[in-house]
């Protein structure tokens, strides 16, 4: 085991990167929910002025990126990576997005995780010596997932109760060597984890033992409770996974207090706006992150958080086959602590 | 710019990890070419012994991971992380493949330039001081790749004289913080470079215009010239992406010696097995990267090396959409040194 590791599967920054900036980038009905005010662009547009869906991902993406950018005062050229992932079959969303963007680039896939995956290797690379300035990102958008996961938009296919939406929405970050504003400070990486669960249809489920691992193993590896945290929050269980993980709690005796929330719940009034168990997507927890999450922080409203994002690592091809949905789950505790001056 | 960084985008590790061991798993066609000896197993059945082509990846990706494991004297279960994609849709070789490994995951996509990029977290992830012992692989099957992305076998589809062929492969590095053998010493990461090429059939002429740039500026970031290295191998440009670097570099007035070579061209022998421009595939530049390129270091025939592999970034979607070929190029250069005692 290396100096930074502590416990089984978590590092301790030596020198927690600091979030300088998040951008959130959302859709019509993504702004018509209970974070509406959180967002920094929501577009009326589901095309966002291009011809497809796919495109208009990547121009979402591209708009959030630029806006980060802008709110954490760093030119482009500065960034020394950029870490980003997306649901496209090929990461089609993150390329296009960035392909102006001249910036050293790490392409990522852990699907709902993604915005864990990329924060924590984006934080590692600053605390590990490799860079200054970094941004982490991640899009979804619900239209050209939909044709690619599940059914045309046309076709007007019933949805079961226990399925998620997908958000149409991006975050992103600016990660700093130093500065002020919330800082990484651990990260648990998740290990594949796969309860049988075959429903395409009930993602919480199958992504819910993953969380359970990772939470888990992170409050065993830093020896803190969950109460150390203000807000212990999972993405994108939404509300049937998010009862699936209280229930494995409880079976260990832990209760699972309200400081455990999810991005899924968050992001819509699932009676309201229809969405059945809550929203879904690697642009969910991104834009609940960027958006709201950090700006609670910066607000003083909450001063630390654990961020564990969660993915379930199945495609179209491997259900039709009849496997069973492998899930993940990466955390990332983000804290606001005193730099040493 | 960070201590590591030195010039533009590359990194001198600290503290370079070690490369203690390779393995490299391919199909049939793959193990009747030039490196025939070079790798650990050839599989005589397509399918691996699986139904589908897709698990028949999945089960290549997890033999290789094993046997890997298994010749560095390594338990899965010592390993802090593991870095792997591949090139179906969701990465979900990959994601099968190592579900059952219970070590921390990091899923990637980088087209057929993700065993630079996983090589490269991964020896950053040592060099950062938060891992000891890590691994790094990915693979592509010609079956499951052609239906994916092209057409569906059955139907026989005439390939166009730059088209590259699919390796069925696998490639994987156990890499550790110490010991002997190769040790990654430089990472230059890639920008993704769009030259405007449209024609899917010439991921070659796609990707050439990357590799030039990270080349480039690997020589100039380091001040080492191309014949610092005893080999350069890009991989998988193939033949027709090969002639197009050469250009590139003979316009600067740079001799593109011998010691350039790529791994598309190393795989097969082009005319007798009819792979029209060569190898191409995460798995091709994997696999002769962990079955051959090390191989020739660990007996001393080179010492120094310039890893190269390159990436189209584009998606079935997108080409339909009428969008043109990002390319990527990540370089790692792997060298023989002695370790301080």
Known sequence: MSGKHIGKQTIALQNPPCIAAGAAVVGKKEGEGPLRERFDYISQDSYFGQKSWEKAESTMLKQCFDLACDKAQTAPSSLDYIFSGDLLNQCVSSTFALRDSNVPFFGLYGACSTMAESLSLAAMSIDGGFADTVCALTSSHF??????????????????????????????????????????????????????????????????????????????DTGRLPGYYDAVITGDLGVFGHDVLAELFANDGVNFSNIFTDCGILIFNVKLQDTHAGGSGCGCSASVLAGHIIKCMQEGLWKRVLFAATGALMSPTTSMQGETIPGICHAVAIENIQEAS
């Open 143 to 220: 239209c050209s997932a939909e044709r690619q996961f599940r059914l045309p938009l046309e076709y007007g296919g019933q949805r079961t109760p226990t399925s998620q939406w997908t958000v149409t929405g991006a975050g992103a970050l600016i990660l700093k060597n130093s500065g002020s504003g919330p800082h990484v400070t651990h990260i648990t990486t998740g290990r594949i984890v796969d309860a049988g669960v075959t429903d395409a249809n009930n993602m919480g489920a199958a992504m819910a033992p993953a969380a359970y691992e990772t939470l888990k193993t992170h409050f065993a």
